[in-house]
């Protein structure tokens, strides 16, 4: 009964560069939700995908942030060329539908350098 | 628009102190659902419960209850006999159902400390 697993825990990364985050859903869940949550504040949606599709991605940033969920493997949330701005914890959420509440993994501290 | 209001931002109680946290919410969608999450300082998020937008009864678990009021939109918290391990940040959330489109609106969180 493994929970919504995120990995890694925390992530730096140098300005400019890549971060990948990973999030694998509890077992016999298909639908993730990524947000984010800044220092003080709460949290804010980014994405939401089912597998191999983007339902809403309202909450992404129009640049330098994707999303994925592919057939096979984790969800990756990818930030490209990172600024200080990035620096957050990142929380993935999963639930079987979109009725179910969702559940959350231990998120990803990313720190920007 | 959906929109949560936390207006509590720090709370502080000594052990054994009842304290309520307050929600207050806005939609306009008829059917929605309200949550509390709960973050303890080690970083994780636990839901606490969920509620419909039809189900008004108030629920209790434990030393946790809930006062659900649609007159007032507001989705408040109380904790009975408050314990040390209670200290986290309490997020009160809400998502409504509009086609595919469940994604959670949370307010900003209320950080309450229980001292010994």
């Known amino acids: 009964n493994a929970g919504v697993m995120q990995n890694p825990r925390h992530l730096v990364r140098r300005r400019g560069q890549e971060a990948r985050l990973r999030c694998s859903p509890m077992?016999?869940?298909?639908?993730v939700y990524w947000y984010r949550q800044l220092p003080e504040e709460g949290l804010k949606f980014m994405v939401y995908?089912?597998?191999?599709?983007?339902?809403?991605e309202s909450g992404m940033p129009k640049e330098r942030f994707s999303a994925e969920f592919p057939k096979e493997g984790p969800s990756i949330l990818r930030i490209q060329q990172v600024v200080r701005g990035d620096s957050a914890a990142y929380f993935c959420?999963?639930?079987?539908?979109?009725?179910?509440?969702?559940?959350f993994g231990d998120g990803t501290r990313l720190s920007i350098l | 628009a959906q929109k949560v209001t936390q207006a509590q931002t720090e709370i502080s109680v000594v052990e054994k102190e009842d304290v309520t946290l307050d929600c207050v919410y806005e939609?306009?969608?008829?059917?929605?659902?309200l949550f509390w999450y709960k973050q303890p300082p080690s970083g994780e998020l636990v839901f606490l419960i969920r509620r419909n937008s039809f189900d008004e009864q108030n629920e209790i678990s434990g030393r946790y209850s809930w006062n659900f009021q649609k007159s007032t939109s507001s989705f408040n918290f109380t904790i009975t006999a408050s314990q040390v391990v209670d200290s986290a940040v309490y997020f009160c959330a809400l998502s409504v159902r509009s086609g595919a489109n469940s994604k959670l609106t949370f307010g900003k969180g209320i950080t309450l400390s229980v001292r010994p």
């Open positions: 995908l089912q597998k191999e599709n983007i339902i809403d």
């Open positions: 077992k016999g869940h298909s639908h």
């Open positions: 959420a999963s639930s079987p539908d979109e009725n179910q509440p969702q559940h």
């Open positions: 939609t306009r969608d008829t059917t929605y659902y």
